[in-house]
């Protein structure tokens, strides 16, 4: 079997996917992630479709209808044309015996597309699986399961996490995660987008890295007119794609939305106490596994505060798509199809601040990369400080392994930034309370991160780390 990559990005996926087939053992592989981030296609691109077997799970059908198209694909593939299976061990066994009549083969790829949808109610799916697994393909050399899924959950706590006869068998779970803002680049010119980088950092803040998304640009509009058709205008497609995207992913819909809209609110984060409070809930392990889930969807970031302690972790809502349709969208009911055109520009720029932000934290690994640190260990935390006199925010702070800190300010604009006496004063200031405040020995290093760049004058050498939008895009 030849495979070819016509893949944007994925490379350490597509390594793992190589040593798999090179493996001459079976090798149970599971390809999990958010709705929308490409695991159907990294699969079906990396084996050029070449599967000897293929079914997908279909939303909110009876198990009797997902036998029944299970039984079609099957029927596609061996050629033979079986009875519906009555259920799931008979379906697994049906797929057996077909597998037992190409054992010529050196190696043979089973792809089960969105395996939590076929895990209806009551339908014995999940023990078939282990079955089939356990007694009979774990031992068949060369035989590669892969296996995708969506809902995060199911993923993670039935197939990944289960305690019974699945209980580590996978062998090599994959997670997919966004695009980088390289990967976005890169992705965006193989549509023949060929847009200016700022206007790449101004499409990743609205849609984030999820390539789905990003398909749906189109090449003759410009960027604030793909906005308004993808969320304004009457049939805009992602308008509705807020609530369908949480009833897909995570049984708990409700609680998984409530949770990312009261973080909306709150910035900087929230201790899982204090959301515990804003949602008026009782403190229970659903609360925890919606965090954890959350944080596997790339829709949280999970981080600690300068000197605080574990329990104190903070939870920020950083899936640039949900902080932007939360912002502008979902209370929008107006009928401006061009609302996003038509925008005050204070609104505008008020919200790509902080979704700038958000942007340099998901790209820490290449920030590190620009300080040159990328080998040397390094914390990435925040600091708040509220005194009786004096009161400071630092959102972004890398504490080093080289006895250093980079206290970090990151500055969204369309030209140059400019530094200003004053302000450079005021960042010497909040250095100081830091230092003060902390009681750190460590070197303590003034860094920014400028959209645009650096204006070169007289303050320029006051800052230590000069970073722009092209060391994001390395």
């Known amino acids: 079997m ?24 079976a090798e149970f592989i599971a390809v999990y992630g958010r709705r929308r981030i490409g695991k159907t296609f990294l699969v079906k691109q990396f084996f050029s479709e070449s599967f000897d077997f293929y079914a997908t799970g279909v939303y909110k059908i009876s198990r009797s209808e997902q036998l029944k198209l299970w039984q079609e694909q099957l029927a596609k593939y061996s050629g033979v044309k079986r009875t519906k299976p009555k259920d799931w061990f008979e379906a697994f066994s049906q797929l057996r015996e077909y597998i037992d009549t190409v054992c010529e083969k050196e190696k043979i790829v089973i792809f089960i597309d969105e395996l939590p ?57 994959i997670r997919l995660a966004p695009f980088t803002l390289k990967e976005t680049e890169e992705y965006l010119k193989s549509i023949n987008i060929e847009w200016e980088r700022k206007d790449v950092l101004d499409t990743y803040m609205i849609l984030g890295g999820t390539p789905f998304y990003l398909s749906l640009l189109r090449p003759e509009l410009t960027l604030w007119q793909n906005i308004d058709d993808l969320f304004f205008s009457q049939d805009a497609v992602l ?30 984060g929230m201790t899982r106490s204090e959301l515990i409070d804003h949602l008026k809930v009782k403190d229970s392990g659903k609360i925890t596994e919606a965090l954890d889930n959350l944080v596997k969807c790339d829709f949280l970031r999970r981080y600690q505060a300068f000197g605080k302690k574990e329990r ?8 640039m798509y949900t902080l932007f349709y939360l912002r502008f969208v979902k209370n929008y009911h107006g009928m401006n199809e061009h609302a996003w055109s038509n925008m005050e520009e204070g609104k505008r720029n008020a919200w790509a601040g902080y979704a700038f932000e958000q942007v340099c934290i998901l790209h820490i690994n290449q920030i590190r990369t620009a300080l040159g640190i990328s080998g040397i260990a ?6 708040t400080y509220s005194g009786t006199e004096q009161s400071a925010q630092i959102d972004l702070i890398i504490d080093r392994g080289d006895k250093a800190i980079d206290l970090c300010e990151m500055k969204y604009s369309d030209h140059e930034y400019e530094l200003k006496k004053d302000y450079v004063e005021w960042l010497r200031e909040r250095r100081d309370l830091f230092r003060e405040v902390t009681g750190t020995k460590k070197t303590l290093r003034l860094t920014m991160i400028a959209s645009s760049g650096i204006k070169q004058n007289m303050y320029t050498s006051s800052i230590q780390g000069k970073l722009s939008l092209d060391d994001l895009l390395s």
């Open 117 to 173: 949808w076929l895990d209806t109610p009551k339908s014995g799916f999940i023990r078939a699986l282990e079955l089939f697994w356990n007694g009979w393909a774990a031992e068949r050399r060369g035989l590669k399961l892969v296996v995708c899924g969506s809902a995060t959950t199911w993923m993670t706590n039935k197939l990944l996490g289960d305690k019974g006869g699945l209980h580590n068998r996978v062998t090599r779970p």
């Open 378 to 383: 390094s914390d990435v935390c925040s600091w």
């Open 2 to 25: 030849a495979y070819k990559s016509t893949i944007i990005g994925r490379k350490h996926e597509q390594d793992i996917l190589s040593k798999c087939i090179e493996s001459d053992k």
């Open 239 to 268: 308008k509705t794609e807020y609530n369908f995207l949480f009833n897909s992913l995570f049984n708990e819909a409700n609680l998984y939305r409530r949770v990312v809209e009261v973080l909306a609110t709150k910035l900087k």
């Open 312 to 319: 104190d972790m903070l939870y920020q809502l950083s899936d």
